[in-house]
């Protein structure tokens, strides 16, 4: 395991949609040799990526050489917005959608 495989990923943002709310994430990209499906974490509510559940995640896919994506929701975590009643719409589906290739 190389250094770069052991350093945490560091946070970044999006925006879904002109005026919304920064979200952030955290992606570790998979090891070139791996032919195993990235993980994505999706945290319950009030949920963030860097709880306990989500980091254990990003672990064991790291020590498998999977691409991991942990994401915090509008509102949790660091991600911008208000809490705890985020709009319908402003979780995973939006994600997916940004994420897609």
Known sequence: M??????SPTVEFFTASPGQPRLAYL???????CQLPGLVWLGGFGSDMRG??????????QAQGRACLR????????????????PSGSGPPRLSRSFAP
């Open 2 to 7: 190389t250094e770069m495989d052991r350093q």
């Open 71 to 86: 994401f915090d929701y509008s509102g949790h975590g660091e991600s911008e917005g208000d809490s705890p009643r985020a």
């Open 52 to 61: 306990a559940k989500a980091s254990f995640l990003d672990e064991m896919a």
């Open 27 to 33: 992606f570790r990209p998979a090891r070139p040799d």
